[in-house]
Structure formats: C-alpha cells, structure tokens
C-alpha cells in the first residue's frame, strides 16, 4: 500500500515536498515514480528512482525543479518541488513497482502496479 500527502496550496515560485509512505512488501525492491494529472488532461510522468535510489529520472519539464529521492530505511519516496508554476497544478500520484534489479527506474503508468490515493497540488499564480 502506497499513501501521498504533502499536497496544497501554494503560491507560484514556492516549494512543497510530497511524501508516499509504503507498506507491505520489501521496499528497496521496488521502483518507485511520481505521476501527475491534471484536469482534462492524461496522466504523465514526473520522476522515477531506482530501488537503490542511485539512479533517477525525470520530465523534462520539471528537470531542475524537482527532484525524487528515498528513504529505504523509513520506506517512503518523497518529490521536493521548487519553483512551482500554475502549470503545475494537477493531483500527484506515487507509485511503485517490483524489480529484482535496484538501478531500474521506469517512465511509463503501465510499468507500475501499485498506486497511492493522490494528493492535490494547487499553484496560484
């Protein structure tokens, strides 16, 4: 089970640091992503980290302003988010998914099989 928060409001240019807390299951194993979907819009990629949290990847339209990261000790992936834009708002989504290799990190919704409830994020402008 994947739970997010650390959703809100938040005016443009600010920071907010989203959590996904997991249980269940061994945790390093697994790889992890964030998602976002915004109103009328598909569901698109944010960022993804390795189970060993050494590899990460990104869209580029939050390259340099977001960064995912882990805790394998604690079990839960966070997104610091900097420099928000009202573009950025849409409902965040963590997900997770089973590798037997750590350095994997995956981009697409259909690699995924476990998905957190969402949590909204809101950029005023």
């Known amino acids: 089970q994947l739970q997010a928060s650390g959703g809100g409001l938040v005016q443009a240019g600010g920071s907010l640091t989203l959590s996904c807390a997991a249980s269940?299951?061994?945790?390093?194993?697994?790889?992890m992503g964030w998602f976002r979907q915004a109103p009328g819009k598909e569901r698109e990629f944010v960022a993804s980290?390795?189970?060993?949290?050494?590899?990460?990847d990104s869209a580029n339209s939050v390259k340099g302003r977001f960064t995912i990261s882990r805790d394998n000790a604690k079990n839960t992936a966070y997104l610091r988010m900097s420099n928000l834009t009202p573009e950025d708002t849409a409902i965040y989504y963590c997900?997770?998914?089973?590798?037997?290799?750590?350095?994997?990190?995956?981009?697409?919704?259909?690699?995924?099989?476990?998905w957190g409830q969402g949590t909204q994020v809101t950029v005023s402008s």
């Open positions: 997900a997770g998914a089973w590798r037997i290799h750590s350095n994997v990190v995956l981009t697409t919704t259909g690699s995924y099989h476990a």
């Open positions: 269940g299951g061994t945790f390093r194993r697994y790889v």
């Open positions: 980290v390795s189970g060993s949290g050494v590899n990460k």
